[in-house]
């Protein structure tokens, strides 16, 4: 796998699992499910979870009564996920693979839905995003769903005011060069700075579909403008302002003028 470095050793280190289930996180993976809900076919389907990470998603999938099988490229998330899966006997994960979203080893038509839940994050370059998505529909059915999620080029400006990080000059660099071009780099030690990774405008997701042979049927934003919120964590504490929130959040996930001001970006796609 031609997975540089530094993005293996930032996710070595850091707690993606953790960050999924306190604060923001509970936004972004609340949002992610409640969309794919909408747009998954039937339990009982097969669910290709490339770049599934620790499992999150993976497992809620299984628990629901899909066959899920994940493949990422960090062999410790690929072992916590397979943990646990066996801490939920009655669900289990279907399959583990350390691999690559650029070349996933799977039959071609082989699953009803698939999901690239990160490996568009830290394809820097278009050719490489657009194999994955290439990939994804290779081993698609038709009719098949395909979703993706992306990180808006505006996260490191929404990331920075949250937490005042631009006031660091090293995150200022970072941020004004990811609003130009992009590309996010971190020169720093500071696991809050991420890694490697490219962060899309949300009009640019449909040609990189379109490009891979896919239908594109929607972009959403995930958090939308609550990315910004600092009290995410008593706001998801309390059922009826999550409600709330959410409802708020899926009025206005495909306004063009708000899509940008979301951290991150849902894009669904079908095979024809």
Request: glycine share 8%; proline share 6%; aromatic share 6%.
């Amino acid at each position: 796998m031609d997975i540089p470095p530094e993005i293996l050793a930032h996710y070595t280190t850091f707690d993606e699992d953790a960050r999924l289930r306190s604060g923001g996180g509970l936004l972004e993976r609340d949002r992610t499910r409640n969309i794919l809900s909408r747009f998954l076919p039937p339990a009982r389907a097969t669910v290709l979870d490339v770049g599934g990470g620790t499992g999150v998603h993976a497992l809620w999938l299984a628990r629901r009564g899909y066959e899920v099988h994940l493949v990422d490229p960090v062999p410790s998330h690929v072992d916590q996920a397979r943990e646990a899966s066996d801490a939920q006997p009655d669900h289990p994960i279907a399959g583990f693979v350390v691999g690559d979203a650029r070349d996933v080893p799977f039959e071609n038509a082989s699953c009803d839905a698939v999901l690239l839940l990160g490996p568009l994050y830290h394809l820097v370059e278009q050719d490489d995003r657009v194999a994955a998505l290439r990939e994804a529909r290779r081993v698609a059915r038709t009719g098949a769903v395909v979703v993706a999620a992306a990180i808006s080029r505006f996260a490191s400006l929404l990331d920075g005011m949250d937490r005042e990080l631009y006031m660091d000059p090293a995150f200022h660099r970072i941020m004004i060069e990811d609003l130009h071009t992009g590309r996010h780099t971190n020169p720093t030690a500071d696991l809050r700075y991420f890694t490697t990774a490219y962060f899309h405008r949300p009009e640019d997701l449909p040609d990189e579909f379109e490009a891979a042979g896919l239908h594109h049927k929607a972009t959403l934003a995930v958090e939308g403008p609550a990315c910004l919120l600092g009290d995410i964590g008593q706001r998801w504490a309390d059922p009826h302002r999550r409600e709330l929130l959410l409802e708020a959040i899926r009025g206005i996930e495909t306004e063009p003028a708000l899509l940008g001001a979301s951290a991150h970006l849902l894009t669904i796609g079908t095979v024809s």
